[in-house]
């Protein structure tokens, strides 16, 4: 199917009664022929299920600036 991780894939879902991991992307036969015979390099369905992806990517953009910042931090005020 590509070099899409589907363990992370928000279509990835667990069935209890039949105790394995099913995808959930409603998709047409022909989607799912080409998917089977390897057409695509990646899932063009793919959605990272990763909850925390873009909470960590915002805390690296705010420490991305306040690093940054430095001038202000009172490190180098003697110089003259």
């Keep these: 199917m590509g070099s899409s991780?589907?363990?992370?894939?928000?279509?990835?879902v667990y069935d209890e009664?039949?105790?394995?991991?099913?995808?959930e992307v409603n998709m047409d036969e022909d989607d799912m022929v080409r998917?089977?015979?390897?057409?695509?390099r990646n899932?063009?369905?793919?959605?990272n299920g990763d909850e925390?992806?873009?909470?960590?990517?915002?805390?690296?953009?705010?420490?991305?600036v306040s690093r940054q910042?430095?001038?202000g931090d009172g490190r180098n005020q003697d110089r003259r």
């Design 35 to 40: 998917m089977m015979e390897g057409h695509y």
């Design 52 to 64: 925390y992806a873009m909470v960590r990517k915002q805390i690296e953009s705010i420490l991305g």
């Design 17 to 23: 009664e039949d105790a394995c991991y099913y995808c």
């Design 43 to 47: 899932c063009p369905y793919y959605r």
């Design 5 to 12: 991780n589907c363990d992370t894939c928000a279509y990835n």
């Design 69 to 71: 910042g430095g001038e």
